[in-house]
């Protein structure tokens, strides 16, 4: 069976016209797991990268299995008042209103190349916010990674336009 | 340096009078995080397990490397209205209040056993609440493990009565 085929989809989640992406079914199958692990380090594991940088709360769980895989150290990015330590913090857009992601200000080094994982690629608003806060710090977006692109939602087109590198193992597309 | 050392103490967070373990500091580190994970593989790869199971957040860390490594499941237990699908939620109680944990209902089968991970057992009212989730479910808990165990806080205690099993890699005591 095929990573895709291994997502659910649930309609009108968390409102109605959203075919919400649910890749909770394809991390509990131990295989598919471990097949989207492996298609992530097959292609970070020669490139030069220093940290993996995981995004609140499923870039946690695919971030740092990736980060374990390839020996590097992982850096949560996490909703607001989370951290324990000194931090800086990112707002974002959202449809309504705004959110807030923060980063602890040591976890990165001047320099440093940083992976960014997140589970889905929609509008790229937190990707977006994701990647300011590591070049807040100094550090540079290596590259982007996703399990799942939403290519109508927009995310893609706006990380091109602001030139960042991204990969994703499947997309769904008319979301 | 040991994985011990490795750990921040941040005094009197997130109130006073509280030493907070932080493990940022060690899982940013690559070659900590990656001896982190090897100590769990090292002790799993063996063991009866047919999945394991995070606690939101930080579990998802620790228990994605662990499963991803394994080539097991990974089944994220997390805070209320986080699951987009069906869930069961178990009540417990904090110093003041209680709190809830969600795990959906399809995570788990009748029988299967269950890796329960967290960062740090400090209570255990956390711990104990993602084993009678797994449990609701049909599933063993097989064990626990942690990084930080907080001997003092009485978690081991409460884990030892309840006839749990559990491991941990360093421990702070007079916490």
Request: hydrophobic share 40%.
């Amino acid at each position: 069976m095929s990573i895709k085929s291994k997502i659910r989809t649930i309609p009108d989640y968390p409102k109605e016209g959203i075919m919400f992406r649910d890749i909770t079914t394809l991390i509990k199958d131990g295989e598919g797991f471990r097949e989207v692990i492996d298609l992530f380090v097959e292609r970070y594991k020669d490139l030069d990268i220093d940290l993996v940088a995981g995004i609140e709360a499923r870039g946690f769980i695919i971030g740092g299995a990736i980060a374990g895989m390839l020996g590097k150290g992982f850096i949560p990015i996490r909703k607001t008042g989370k951290l324990p330590f000194e931090s800086i913090s990112h707002e974002y857009e959202l449809e309504y209103g705004t959110d807030k992601l923060e980063i602890h200000k040591d976890a990165i080094q001047k320099g440093n190349r940083v992976l960014l994982v997140d589970d889905l690629l929609a509008t790229g608003g937190t990707a977006l916010a994701g990647a300011a806060l590591v070049e807040a710090l100094g550090g540079t977006v290596a590259e982007m990674a996703f399990i799942v692109d939403l290519p109508d939602v927009g995310g893609r087109k706006k990380l091109e336009e602001c030139g960042y590198k991204y990969h994703f193992l499947v997309e769904f597309e008319g979301d």
